[in-house]
């Protein structure tokens, strides 16, 4: 099956920059999107097509996405970054895969 | 504005049967390719169903695939979600989403309807 790795959890100072992960083989050859869920909410995107934002979604927000590994990265961040984030992609067979997701604790 | 409103959640039993209305609202709803996502209690986002814009091809979790049928009705603005032969492991809240264009990410959601198997 088609696994998307995500560190469980990433813990970032307020003001730093944090990371996240999202890795398979050759992950760089499809459009990875980027979601933000915080608690009792239902998911953002804030990252599509590897390095898109969506209109509303501060530029701290980017991503990246190369070989084995995509990434989003935010910078800046503010305790209202908190939350959990996924990656996602479209496996060929038109069938959708999220990653395990990360949560993000702003020390 | 875009609004997604899931609805039909509720307990049940093993081995019974649910049907998970979404209705949609603030688009061109045949416009669009639809898709159900279910989250278990304090675990991640798992992909459950999408149909294209015509209702023609439909796609499944594995794990779903000859349980759940996903269909729609384009005339109502209607995506529904029909869960027969239910576990416990699909207790879940269950999101109806948009998807924003082909191989496009997911750019609308609903708040959910919780579905619990349990006897």
């Known amino acids: 099956s088609y696994v998307l790795t995500q560190p469980p959890s990433v813990s970032v100072a307020p003001g730093q920059t944090a990371t996240i992960t999202c890795g398979v083989k050759?992950?760089?050859?499809?459009?990875v999107h980027w979601y933000q869920q915080r608690p009792g909410q239902a998911p953002v995107v804030v990252v599509h097509?590897?390095?898109d934002r969506p209109s509303g979604i501060p530029e701290r927000f980017s991503g990246s996405n190369s070989g084995d590994t995509a990434t989003l990265t935010i910078s800046r961040v503010a305790a209202g970054d908190e939350a959990d984030y996924y990656c996602q992609v479209w496996q060929t067979s038109d069938r959708a895969v999220f990653g395990g997701g990360t949560k993000l604790a702003v020390l | 504005e875009v609004q997604l409103v899931e609805s039909g959640g509720g307990l049940v039993r093993p081995g019974g049967s649910l049907i998970l209305p979404c209705t949609a609202s603030?688009?061109?709803?045949?416009?669009?390719?639809m898709a159900w996502v279910r989250q278990a209690p304090g675990k991640g986002l798992e992909w459950v169903a999408n149909?294209?814009?015509?209702?023609?091809?439909?796609y499944y979790l594995d794990s779903v695939e000859g349980r759940f049928t996903i269909s729609r009705d384009n005339t109502k603005n209607l995506l529904y979600l029909q869960m027969n032969s239910l576990r416990g492991e699909d207790t879940a809240l269950y999101y109806c989403?948009?998807?924003?264009?082909?191989?496009?990410?997911?750019?609308?959601w609903g708040q959910g309807t919780l579905v619990t198997v349990s006897s």
């Open positions: 097509d590897d390095s």
């Open positions: 603030g688009f061109t709803f045949s416009s669009y390719s």
């Open positions: 050759n992950i760089g050859s499809k459009s």
């Open positions: 149909i294209e814009q015509d209702g023609t091809r439909k």
């Open positions: 989403a948009r998807v924003a264009y082909s191989y496009g990410p997911f750019d609308s």
